[in-house]
């Protein structure tokens, strides 16, 4: 549209950039082309893009076995092999320890997969699915929150990572061990750890590149090679090392009665914790999954995958103890002791399949949970992946992660004790879509910024601001002794805290419910759920492409169905 405005100066406008009658300069015109550039095509006239909108067709790609391949990769991990060490350290024996995370991940499995059938059915993220519960400008709060603990995860797993490197290193060059530092103390980490911390980011960033509709491939080669090195490694220790002869085996638990009730709990909390901000953002990966029903095996997958490479751990520790005097948790440690030259070939390969689970699972559970969120604040500018490659420079080198797992125990406390503002988003997240709305959503409306899940003016649901303060404020008591041990609390509030993923969601979810019941937000009660594949039928004139999930109370087929009826 072109119009005159004042001072006899012509503006051409409606497009993304203005230009005038007079002659732009040299760096007006750099700056205009990079704009112009840096604009993502379809993201210049509204508050999305082809990364944020409903995932289409063609794209829908990730089967049931895709979905089990990436819970296969993404447990079996150095992390996943010391699961069960954190536990038996704070008095579980190791049979207790295997029975803690099997619960745990039974109980997070069935979070995941609930949450997980918004983004299947609807074929959105978790930051379009959270506008329903939320209001579209209050959602931004939670897309921040989980955004900033996926920078943060990314960060320390990107020094889990950089071990990987470092245990390849020493296999194909063991002088690698005898690198001078040349960095300060204060530094925090060692010349020796910064090159593997560096080969480790510059060798994952080309895997931030592929899109997620297509990443699922790395998946199954880690589902395929992880398990042979777990089970290798397993049957490794138990034929040099037996498993019946020290008293990791024989030991019992180390705490009784009450206090093992209690402990029983903290574990289950932290294991529940550590997926938290996976249940929360699993939308944006069930969004690519070819039918609904595909995701359902989530629920299988997960808790198995997790109890096993947890086992194999407890296998490797008692090994480790009768081979070499020490009980190390960590595999990475573990395949280090291999120096001879066969041995050296194994540790470099194990440390490979190591590596690469690593990666992978950085980039599924936090990089791109991250770049959503990012999309979302900027469609404009930011897709998924250019906002992964933000988020490894943030992760990676701006947070400094190094410095925060030798010096600021603090900060990783608190950030490990973030599962209590994680907890009560879930709950009124699977609240809203089961109980409240009925599994009843109008898709576009939800890309509206005036639509009926805004709620009011300022774009706040206040039913949910309430449950959700209602979910976490009682938590912060037994939250802060975590933070700073100066802070004195009675122990049924260290208790309520240890109950924190249970209560947060558990209580969330009930109040928002009550609020809603009570306070029914009427706009957005809907006789019929609206899908994506409403319009594919439309277009299609009734025929859909095979393998395109169409959701029998869709409204389309509804109209049909009761148009063939009144014929």
């Avoid at 819970?71 to 992390?79: G, K, R, V």
């Avoid at 959701?551 to 509804?558: I, P």
Wanted: charged share 15%; proline share 4%; net charge positive.
């Amino acid at each position: 549209m072109v119009k005159n405005v004042d001072y006899g100066v012509q503006e051409i406008s409606g497009g993304d950039v203005t230009a005038t009658g007079f002659k732009l300069s040299p760096s007006g015109a750099f700056w205009s082309r990079l704009h112009e550039r840096i604009v993502i095509q379809g993201g210049e006239e509204r508050r999305s893009n082809p990364d944020m909108d409903p995932v289409p067709p063609e794209k829908r790609t990730w089967s049931a076995m895709d979905y089990i391949t990436y819970w296969i990769s993404d447990n079996f991990s150095p992390s996943g092999w010391r699961k069960a060490a954190s536990l038996m350290q704070i008095g579980m024996s190791w049979k207790l320890a295997l029975i803690n995370v099997a619960v745990s991940e039974v109980i997070i499995a069935l979070v995941v997969t609930a949450n997980g059938v918004v983004g299947a059915r609807y074929r959105i993220p978790f930051s379009v699915q959270s506008r329903a519960a939320f209001g579209y400008y209050f959602s931004y709060l939670m897309i921040a929150m989980r955004m900033i603990v996926g920078i943060f995860w990314y960060g320390t797993s990107a020094y889990t990572g950089a071990e990987c490197v470092r245990s390849m290193i020493y296999a194909i060059w063991p002088s690698f061990h005898h690198v001078e530092n040349r960095l300060p103390a204060h530094a925090n980490i060692t010349t020796q750890f910064m090159i593997a911390y560096f080969i480790y980011w510059v060798s994952i960033l080309p895997l931030h590149y592929i899109h997620i509709s297509k990443i699922r491939f790395l998946f199954t080669i880690k589902a395929i090679t992880l398990p042979i090195i777990g089970f290798g490694m397993m049957g490794w220790t138990i034929k040099n090392a037996g498993v019946g002869n020290n008293s990791l085996w024989t030991a019992g638990n180390t705490v009784h009665g009450t206090a093992l009730r209690w402990v029983f709990m903290q574990g289950v909390y932290s294991n529940i914790g550590g997926w938290a901000t996976l249940a929360i953002n699993s939308p944006d990966f069930t969004r690519y999954s070819k039918r609904v029903r595909n995701t359902y095996t989530m629920a299988i997958a997960l808790p198995f995958t997790a109890t096993l490479i947890a086992f194999f751990g407890v296998v490797g520790a008692g090994g480790s103890k009768v081979l070499w005097g020490t009980i190390l948790w960590d595999p990475l440690l573990f395949i280090d002791n291999w120096t001879s030259k066969g041995g050296r070939a194994a540790a470099f390969f194990c440390a490979l399949g190591f590596y690469l689970s690593q990666a992978c699972s950085n980039i599924s559970a936090n990089s791109i949970s991250a770049a959503n969120d990012l999309n979302c604040m900027f469609p404009r500018y930011i897709n998924i992946r250019r906002g992964q490659f933000i988020v490894s420079i943030l992760g990676t080198w701006a947070l400094t992660p190094w410095n925060i797992l030798t010096s600021a125990t603090s900060f990783l406390s608190f950030m490990s004790g973030y599962t209590v503002w994680l907890a009560p988003i879930c709950g009124i997240l699977v609240s809203d879509y089961y109980f409240v709305h009925n599994r009843k959503y109008n898709v576009w409306e939800l890309y509206e910024q005036h639509g009926i899940y805004r709620y009011n003016k300022y774009g706040i649901n206040w039913r949910a601001a309430a449950a959700f303060t209602i979910g976490w404020v009682p938590l912060l008591p037994g939250f802060l002794p975590k933070v700073n041990s100066s802070i004195k609390v009675i122990q049924g509030m260290t208790n309520l805290y240890y109950c924190g993923y249970f209560y947060g969601f558990g209580s969330s979810m009930l109040t928002y419910w009550i609020f809603c019941t009570l306070w029914p937000a009427k706009e957005t009660m809907l006789d019929y759920a609206v899908y994506v594949d409403d319009e594919v039928l439309t277009r299609a004139g009734g025929d859909v492409e095979e393998g395109v999930a169409i959701d029998t109370d869709s409204l389309a087929e509804k109209t049909a169905s009761e148009s063939e009826k009144t014929k």
